[in-house]
């Protein structure tokens, strides 16, 4: 039996949720550690995300007795109840650039629910961070953690992590800040760039680094990558447009003497003095720390006049997006990532 989870819910629909099926029996429930992880996703104050403030509170329904998991479909579903249905009203018709109006429409014929984005918004991000939670705390059972940071945004960057070394003692610390980021100072010219954003009525995006710290070697196969595998949960998650390995797209302006993880023995097993292939070599994990950047597009939704296309009337047609959005997701994406890291890991052990 293959462990699997499924994400289910509208952003204005009375709840959204996950199912978690064949994951291990025995996982202990941490909700204090659970509620952690949904407040680092909940909306920031202050101006650097949208003012749409959800409780967040997972109600699970099944598989969890006496504070572990049975073992049999694991069910959780969080209200939704902050909703500005009628902000959405010229949504119907009226496709917003760059997000998935006009898709899925498409897709589904136009029985899609529109409001909020439906099941396309980032909203259901916050069922794939419980389901993440759950399972980082199996991880955390088999010596695993996961941590990240922002590494840019709107040109600023910070810190990038040791890609041999992650500063594992460090990232408890970095999630709890504002923004995740090592350098204080990046994160105060990057909250500056946030505000200016939202002054300008547009937004702005970066790129998450997140490192997986503890998993062994030989996770993943030829025809099942590990790349692949983290790769279509990260693309699972809205605004993600770009994933990179380790050096990622840097290897193309490099020479070989310069970029070969040379290797040698510490402590009785193999590893390298660099880690420029982020952990991954054949599709399979060297035991290394497995790092990655995902590129974070801006929030489409501004506040700026746009043009687009009536899709009842296949005209062009002027835009201006109400509601209550993001300036900038980076912050409450970096929560998001690391849970998609977790049930991309969590999948590649168990299926294995």
């Known amino acids: 039996m293959q462990f699997r989870y499924s994400v289910f819910g509208e952003s204005h629909g009375p709840a959204i949720g996950v199912v978690l099926e064949n994951l291990p029996s025995g996982i202990p429930v941490d909700m ?9 996703r909940r909306a920031k104050k202050g101006g650097l995300s949208t003012t749409r403030i959800e409780a ?14 049975t073992g049999t479909p694991l069910a959780a579903v969080i209200q939704n109840g902050n909703t500005h249905s009628s902000d959405y009203d010229e949504i119907k018709r009226l496709a917003r650039p760059s997000h998935a109006d006009y898709t899925g429409r498409v897709r589904y014929h136009g029985f899609n629910d529109y409001r909020g984005g439906g099941h396309f918004s980032g909203r259901l991000t916050a069922a794939t961070v419980f389901a993440g939670a ?3 705390l199996w991880l955390r059972g088999q010596g695993i953690e996961i941590g990240s940071h922002i590494l840019r945004l709107g040109g600023i960057s910070d810190t990038p992590f040791d890609l041999a070394h992650p500063p594992v003692e460090k990232f408890a610390e970095i999630a709890a800040r504002t923004l995740p980021v090592l350098s204080e100072e990046a994160g105060e010219k990057m909250q500056a760039a946030i505000l200016k954003a939202r002054e300008d009525l547009t937004s702005v995006g970066g790129i998450l ?9 030989g996770v993943g196969s030829p025809d099942n990558s590990l790349e692949g595998i983290l790769s279509r949960h990260l693309f699972a ?15 193309g302006d490099a020479y070989g003497h310069e970029v070969n993880d040379q290797m040698r023995m510490e402590g009785g097993k193999p590893v390298s003095a660099t880690n420029y292939n982020g952990g991954i070599l ?3 994990s060297s035991g290394m720390p497995v790092v990655f950047q995902a590129a ?5 939704s501004i506040a700026r006049p746009q043009q687009t296309v009536d899709m009842d009337a ?15 997701i980076l912050s409450r994406a970096a929560v998001v990532l690391e849970a998609a890291a977790a049930l991309a890991v969590s999948e590649a052990l168990l299926n294995r």
């Open 32 to 40: 204090d550690f659970i509620l952690s992880e949904m407040g680092r």
């Open 56 to 69: 967040d509170r997972p109600e699970i329904l099944s598989g969890v007795f006496g504070g572990f998991t």
């Open 134 to 136: 759950v399972m980082k």
């Open 209 to 217: 680094q997140v490192a997986v710290t503890g998993l062994p070697a």
């Open 237 to 251: 998650v809205p605004a993600v447009k770009g994933v990179e390995f380790g050096l990622g797209f840097g290897f």
């Open 282 to 284: 054949g599709g399979i």
């Open 296 to 300: 974070v597009k801006p929030t489409p």
């Open 314 to 328: 296949l005209e062009d047609a002027a835009l201006v997006i109400k509601g209550r959005h993001d300036p900038c």
